[in-house]
């Protein structure tokens, strides 16, 4: 009865009912919105080593090569190691290109959430693979620091729009059982994207003309052209229609997305139920004007774990942390961290192992996210972290000093990377992202993945711009060289903190039921909060009153009171 009164009747009472069931085909839809972690892993993988490339230090340096400057003598030869040393990039310049990146990004992912109000989140991602090519023809045309600068500057905001965007709409769209697995699918892209780079500069890195640089940049277009056709294929997110009051169309993209028929009773179950949430939560905060929606990010009191602020801060903190663990530092000054070691013969080699790592182990995240929660695997991540990291230090610090020259000592040092790389990749990396996606209200859920995403890439920037300065061996560094992994380590121990005093447990759960279970629980005891009750049985059980009778005639359409 479009255009009717307040509607009374609602869908189901059933909390096992409140999401269809999925097709093999809805699967593969929701899986291949992952592809965009291939663009965020790709782009921020090719940095490092082409900083370490000898024709891009040439060009931009305009120093000699060691080959060219002491013709004839061997790469041993001490005079020959000590220019190598110097024959790098300036470390402001490797901060600035680096970090660069990151700056844009973060400004990204902060409209972005904007725009995907506004527009949709599947054209939100079109659009930050339209600007992130742009972005990349400056970065290929590049010769020198400031094309290159303003390239990545731009490339970074397109990056912005599709790492945070992807994470809502893959959260939005996921059935809840697999949503975990789903979205560490988007990390396991993240880290094939770093793994990809790695090849593709290892197998240009001895160039000496500009296709050492250029190519492994400009293949970052293709990334760009499947995503941007891919998408433009899948559905909408239905919960992005139903914020919009749209609906018929609402519908129609969760049809698709489940791979069920539009008037199937699943369908309207389901949709009764995002509805009767997203009425709920309007209720509880309206949006008002523009500035006012935005406020609503930071509305309620910190100690409420269901307040919107604490969630805010929680997804800030999360991305905070996860940066915190140091894991950028050996994926993004890997090449040069091992050439500092100097016993590691051949550094680029090193780093590709490292991403390998990285890559295998994410897979294991598939599983456990699901069976041991995003909460568990968090904490034991950061403790295993904390051991790994010190023990790196430990070993620089003594058997592994290059004064020393202990292979291995050295050899040592990097499987206790490699061991916690691995622990990273199975536990931080994906349920960080997860867990964005799942604690945010529709009501401000693209702000609030924006504002958390935006948090990464801050803090990835802020690493970018200072490790240069803490660990090269050059003047005015800190030249902490290995000791940062005592920081790195001593961070891991708040992020265990974090993870145990803030950090509920969201698995199995629909995104309306996490805002249930946080109304109900505390972070400790989440992981023992069971659904009991449905939104839309409350609706109907008069509860609380829609605050808008329009979408609820429309909503009407679409529920029927006998299957209540
Ligand atoms: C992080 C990135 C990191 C990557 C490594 C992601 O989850 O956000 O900063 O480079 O994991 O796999």
């Known amino acids: 009865m479009p255009g009717g009164g307040v509607v009374a009747v609602t869908g189901t009472a059933d909390v ?8 093999v085909k809805a699967y593969l839809v ?202 433009a294929i899948l559905p909408e997110s239905p919960r992005y229609f139903v914020k919009k009051g749209k609906l018929d169309k609402a519908a129609h993209a969760l049809a698709r997305v489940r ?19 997203h009425e709920y939560e309007m209720s509880i905060v309206p949006e008002t004007s523009y500035l006012g929606s935005w406020m609503a990010c930071f509305e309620g009191k910190i100690t409420q774990p269901s ?46 192992v490292t991403t390998l790592v990285n890559v295998l182990s994410t897979p294991f995240s598939f599983v456990m996210v699901e069976k041991i929660g995003r909460r568990t695997i968090l904490i034991y991540g950061a403790a295993s972290m904390v051991v790994m990291q010190f023990i790196v230090g430990i070993i620089g610090a003594t058997a592994g000093r290059e004064s020393e020259n202990n292979q291995n000592a050295v050899r040592a040092m990097i499987a206790f990377i490699c061991l916690n790389i691995a622990s990273f990749a199975t536990t931080w990396g994906p349920a ?44 005015h560094s800190a030249k902490l060289g290995s000791n940062i992994f005592f920081m790195w380590g001593g961070l891991c121990v708040v992020s265990f903190l974090f993870a145990f005093f803030m950090v509920p447990e969201t698995k199995g759960l629909t995104l309306e039921q996490v805002d249930k279970m946080l109304e109900e629980s505390t972070p400790r005891t989440s992981r023992k909060w069971k659904p009991h009750s449905t939104f839309a049985a409350e609706m109907h059980l008069g509860k609380f009153t829609p605050m808008t009778t329009t979408s609820w005639a429309y909503a009407n359409n679409y529920i029927r009171p006998e299957a209540y």
């Open 30 to 231: 929701v899986a291949f919105a992952a592809f965009g972690g291939i663009f965020f892993g790709y782009d921020t993988g090719w940095m490092g080593g082409v900083l370490a490339m000898p024709y891009f230090i040439n060009q931009y340096t305009g120093m000699e090569y060691p080959d060219v400057k002491f013709p004839g003598l061997s790469s041993d030869n001490q005079q020959v190691k000590d220019y190598t040393k110097t024959f790098v990039i300036p470390q402001w310049q490797q901060s600035l290109t680096t970090s660069i990146l990151s700056a844009g990004t973060f400004f990204g992912a902060i409209i972005a959430g904007d725009i995907a109000d506004f527009i949709g989140r599947r054209t939100t991602i079109i659009i930050g693979c339209g600007v992130f090519v742009i972005g990349g023809i400056l970065e290929t045309a590049s010769t020198g620091l400031n094309v290159m600068v303003g390239g990545r500057l731009v490339a970074g905001f397109g990056v912005g729009f599709i790492s945070a965007i992807v994470i809502l709409y893959m959260s939005e769209i996921a059935p809840r059982k697999v949503r975990g697995a789903v979205v560490a699918g988007y990390q396991f892209c993240i880290t094939i994207g770093i793994l990809l780079a790695n090849c593709v500069v290892y197998a240009t890195q001895n160039r000496r003309d500009t296709g050492s640089y250029r190519i492994p940049i400009a293949v970052q277009f293709l990334w760009a052209i499947i995503l941007a056709t891919g998408l």
């Open 432 to 475: 960080a992202w997860i867990v964005i996606g799942e604690i945010f209200p529709l009501t401000i859920r693209s702000r609030g993945v924006g504002l958390s995403t935006s948090s990464n890439w801050f803090w990835n920037c802020i690493i970018g711009v200072i490790t240069p300065y803490l660990v090269a061996d050059q003047p």
């Open 259 to 277: 791979g069920q028929p539009i008037d199937s009773e699943y369908i309207q179950d389901e949709l009764a139920e995002i509805i009767a949430n």
């Open 307 to 352: 307040s919107n602020l604490r969630r805010t801060v929680l997804g800030i903190l999360m991305q905070m942390m996860q940066q915190l663990t140091g894991i950028n530092f050996i994926f993004y000054f890997g090449p040069v961290f091992f050439k500092q070691l100097g016993t590691v013969k051949n550094p680029f080699l090193m780093s590709l």
């Open 16 to 23: 096992n009912r409140v999401e269809a069931p999925v097709t």
